[in-house]
Each structure stands twice: as C-alpha cells, then as structure tokens.
C-alpha cells in the first residue's frame, strides 16, 4: 500500500495533527470541505473521500461528530466503499461508541481495522505534538498505527474492544466540562465579592478545589487571554449530551450533568456557541450583572448586543 497518511478533516484539531505528521516527515493526502486547506497545510490535496481511501493505508478521521463520521464512512463515495483489505482507519472525534461500533463492524467485514482514538490536549498540546490518545478497538491494529498516531502525540493509552476509546474520552470530557464551568461560576463570584483573583486561583491551586482549569486556563483568563483555538461551545455541549446518552445506557445515575448543561447552553443561548467554551465565564458573568473577570473586557458588549461579535 501506499506509504501516504490519510487524513479526512482538517480543522482546528485536525489541521494541527497533519502539520506535525507533515514536519516529522510523513507524506499525507488530506481532504476537507473547504477548497484549498490542505496544500496550506504541505498535504496533498484529495478532491474526495474515496481518493484519499484508495491511496492511504492509514487513514485518519478528525470530524465534529457522529453524523458527520457516519456521513463520511457510509454512501457510495464513503471509506466502507472504498477501503481495502488490510487498511486501518483511526477515528479521532469524539464520537458516540454505539455508533463507532457499529462502523467498527461494517469495515470488519472487508478486512479493514477500525480504532476510535479520543484525543485530550486541546489546541495547545497539538501544536506541540503532545496530545494523549486513548484507543479502542484490535490492539495489533494499534500498534501498526502507533509510528503514525506517535507523530502527533506524547501518550497512548490502549483501552481494550471497539468503542472504548470513545468511551474513555466521553468520561474524561465530562470532568473537563464539570470543572471548566463550576470554576467560571466561581471565577464570577470572585470577582463580584471583590476578591483578587490571581490570589483566589493561587488558594484554589493550593487547595482541594484544584482542577484543570483552575491550573490551565483561569491564570490566563483572568487577564483577559482566553486561549482561543479550542473547544467550542457548542461541542462542549455535544460531549456532555453523548455522555449523559452513555451512562445513561449504561445504567448510570447522571446526577452531575445538569450543571455543565446548564452553564454550556447557557452560553450557547447567549451567542457564544461558536466561541472557545473558555468563553462560559463571561456567559455566567452576562446573567450576573455584566461581570468579565478581566478590566480590560468589563465594558465589552455580549455577543447578542449590537456591535458584540467576538473573534471565534
């Protein structure tokens, strides 16, 4: 097969994995809707997903979700079509496990492997080529995939049968999405008490209520950098919607997930839907009295005012 990487959807995520397959030297043939992204990126263009299928022998997936997978795999121009015997896939969205499973099994029966690879690192470990993959499905397809997904990763976690990569990131996504918005809500609360707020994150840090966001993105937020480049809004509430799906199917109790829902479509209602879901604090701060943790940001409009668009 050919010695060519293929990657379908080269967006914010998966326009950064390509550049860093590109500069530790594998050849890639990409395709995206959008006309044009992949020779910016140094890819070789494919004017379909069954040109990039029939070339690659890995092929490699970053897609917004379950529809826009299945749409991708499925139909007469789709991977399932045209992939070959001996291939392997690698799904890197988040997507729903039962509808990653039930992909795994139609590309089984034409020989060909299929990994989900939840990935966690957001924009920033992308560009550094050190995102953690968590893999579901045949480990040996793993590990003929491993000299690829290595180009762009520091850590790979294999987590067992098809779907339980996706599984994985479900859970650890939820947790990001609790801890991100239950520290806006306390970044809002702060901030209207009159605490400093750089002092607030150094007890938070210091103290059990340390989170991700409180040692990643908060320092920066406070003084007005919201590290946009990463997780929308609007897919933020996707991946707690998937969770609260799969624990649910699981039997679960979600007693936690009105939280994040709550604050994520509140902020999607608000008109940051397309923004970084850093941008939850100032939806929170818009139904608190117009707060914005940063005095640079305090007299700025909301998205929904007349003159309020902010960059995405």
Excluded: W
């Excluded at 890995?58 to 399932?80: K, M, Q, T």
């Excluded at 480990?139 to 976690?157: C, K, N, Q, T």
């Excluded at 604090?281 to 117009?290: M, Q, R, T």
């Amino acid at each position: 097969m050919s010695g060519e990487i293929g990657f379908i959807g080269l967006g914010n995520m998966g326009g950064r994995m390509t550049a860093r397959l590109i500069e530790k030297g594998h050849a890639v043939i990409g395709y995206d809707l959008r006309p044009g992204l992949a020779g910016e990126l140094g890819a070789r263009p494919a004017s379909s997903v069954a040109e990039v299928a029939e070339a690659a022998g890995i092929v490699l997936l970053s897609l917004p979700d379950s529809h826009v997978v299945e749409a991708v795999a499925g139909g007469a121009g789709g991977l399932i079509a045209h992939a070959r015997e001996g291939q392997v896939v690698v799904d890197l969205s988040t997507s729903a496990p039962e509808s990653t499973r039930a992909i795994h099994g139609e590309l089984a029966a034409r020989g060909v492997a299929y990994l989900d690879a939840g990935i966690s690192g957001g924009a920033a470990a992308a560009d550094k080529g050190a995102l953690t993959l968590m893999v579901g499905g045949a480990e040996d397809a793993l590990e003929r995939a491993r000299p690829v997904l290595e180009g762009f990763s520091a850590r790979i976690f294999y987590c067992g049968a098809s779907g339980s990569g996706h599984t994985a990131k479900l859970l650890n996504n939820f947790l990001n999405a609790v801890s991100l918005s239950a520290t806006a809500e306390v970044m809002v609360a702060g901030k209207k008490a009159g605490l400093d707020l750089d002092t607030l994150l150094a007890i938070i840090n210091a103290s059990s209520g340390v989170n991700f966001a409180s040692l990643n993105r908060f320092p920066k937020i406070v003084h007005g950098d919201y590290l946009r480049g990463g997780l929308t809004n609007s897919l933020m509430m996707k991946d707690v919607t998937l969770y609260a799906d799969l624990v649910a199917s699981l039997g679960v109790s979600s007693v936690n997930a009105s939280g994040p829902l709550a604050a994520f479509g509140l902020a999607i209602g608000l008109g940051y839907a397309d923004e970084i879901s850093n941008t939850v604090v100032d939806a929170i701060g818009d139904v608190s009295g117009g707060v914005r943790l940063h005095p640079a940001d305090d007299d700025l409009p909301s998205p929904g005012d007349e003159g309020g668009e902010r960059d995405a």
